[in-house]
Every structure is written in C-alpha cells, then in structure tokens.
C-alpha cells in the first residue's frame, strides 16, 4: 500500500537538500536504484521509501527488500521539489544517520588504514573516491574541516552507495589531528614531485593524506608526515584528477 505525502512532508524532504538541515535532522535522502541497493546492505537505519509509480519498472526488483517499510507514493510533479537527479529512476529512502565519532574513537587495532582527506570541495571528487576507498577495503575516511558535506546528494550518488559501508568522521582539525594520528599509523603525504615511489605498506598500521585538486597540502600538514609519496609521471599531461591520483594511491597503498 503506497501513502500520499502531505505539503509538509514534501517540503522536509526539499528541504534535506541543505547541509544545515541535514545536520539538524540527522536525516537524508538517499536516492537512485544502486544507491538504495546498497543503502539495503547497510547498517544505516532505513525509515521509509519514496518512489515514482511510473518508474515501477526500474525499481520493482527492490520491491521484496522494501517489505514492511512505509513507502510514499509521489507525482513527477512532486518528485522534482525533492530530487536532484536529471534522469530520476524514480525511488529514494529516508535514512537515518549514524553516530557522529570522533577522531579519539579510533584506534590502529580496530581501523589499521585511514584515507584522510584535506579540503576536498567537489561533492562529484569525494563521493568517486569513497566509492574506491569501500573498493579496495579501506573503511575509515577522515575529513577536514572546509571539506565538502559527505551528505551531498551528488556525493553520495557520486560513491554509488558506498559511503553507507564506511566510518566517516569530519569536520576534522588536521593540524590539531594528525600529531595524534601519526603516535599509532605511518603517516604518509602526497606531493606532486619530489616524493618516494609508491609502495605497499604491509601490515604496519598506517594513514594517507591526500589535499584537494586545486591545492594540494600546505607544508604544515607535509612536515607531520613520516614520508611523502608522488605518482610518476611518464607523458606530457598537465596532471591528474584527485579521484584518478586517489585510486593509484589506494591501489599501491593496499596490494599484497
């Protein structure tokens, strides 16, 4: 049995759009086919389910996993004051968020890999490289502050769902951070020339650091690390996309 949404409800869901409401809420919309699929694997508590009825055909499939949740029937008229999606596939779910952690809560026993991320503005850059991080088994992202909301609509559609296997934390101080950080974890930076050859860092417990595509990482941040790794370059391209540089990194960081 599908409900109909009142105003009211119509307008909560806009209005998840904005990070500040998200934030206050605790709550998110997750929306798309391989997004709400993986939003089904999760531990993420899932509330209800939005769907357009005219796309049934995409989403059906899920109909057996949705059972028991209250789903919300919508117009296209009504779907478009709540999606950001171009070509919508019709379906989204209310999730509840997690507990927000700390960067005190972490440990080089229970999280041996950390992937930190410095000023990482692109919503499209980090939901790509969440995506590769729950690829390659790296579970725990930290984030600085001036980091893009991970709760971004295009970050999340970005990562395909991934983000919902990942432990992130953010908002964090690098520079109050990473001293701690670098007691339990190999710290390694990135530069764009000058650094070691990449290579696999074993079972020792240890932290990457990557800074943002326009940037990079200041020199206060470099100085904190242990050793500073760069990607040889062998033809005359300008540079590498952060998404790109993030995947060689983790490919080489995490192979036996």
């Known amino acids: 049995m599908y409900l109909k949404p009142s105003k009211t409800q119509?307008?909560?869901?806009?209005?998840?759009?904005?990070?500040?409401?998200?934030?206050k809420e605790?709550?998110?919309?997750?929306?798309?086919i391989k997004v709400v699929r993986e939003a089904l694997?999760?531990?993420?508590?899932?509330?209800y389910f939005l769907v357009r009825r005219d796309k049934e055909a995409l989403w059906k499939n899920l109909l057996p996993d949705m059972a028991g949740k209250t789903i919300y029937e919508l117009t296209e008229a009504e779907w478009k004051k709540i999606s950001q999606d171009k070509?919508?596939?019709g379906i989204a779910t209310l999730m509840a968020m997690p507990h927000v952690r700390f960067c005190a809560e972490i440990s080089p026993k229970n999280e041996p890999r950390l992937l930190l991320l410095y000023q990482v503005g692109n919503p499209l850059n980090l939901g790509a490289?969440?995506?590769s991080a729950h690829w390659f088994g790296v579970k725990t992202i930290l984030l600085s502050e001036g980091s893009v909301d991970f709760t971004h609509p295009k970050a999340i559609r970005a990562s395909m769902g991934s983000l919902f296997h990942l432990e992130i934390v953010d908002h964090v101080d690098f520079s109050a951070s990473l001293p701690e950080i670098r007691k339990g974890y190999a710290l390694v930076g990135t530069t764009v020339q000058g650094g070691v050859p990449l290579h696999p860092l074993g079972d020792e417990p240890s932290a990457i650091l990557l800074g943002s595509e326009s940037h990079g990482l200041p020199e206060e941040l470099l100085s904190l690390t242990a050793e500073q790794w760069s990607i040889p370059r062998f033809g005359d391209a300008e540079?590498?996309?952060?998404?790109?540089?993030?995947?060689?990194?983790?490919?080489e960081w995490t192979k036996a």
Do not use: C, D, F, T
């Open 10 to 23: 119509l307008k909560y869901w806009a209005g998840l759009g904005l990070a500040k409401n998200r934030r």
């Open 26 to 32: 605790e709550r998110l919309l997750a929306e798309g």
């Open 41 to 47: 694997r999760s531990r993420w508590e899932i509330e």
């Open 87 to 89: 070509e919508s596939e």
């Open 129 to 131: 490289i969440l995506r």
């Open 239 to 251: 540079s590498l996309s952060l998404p790109q540089a993030a995947v060689i990194l983790l490919y």
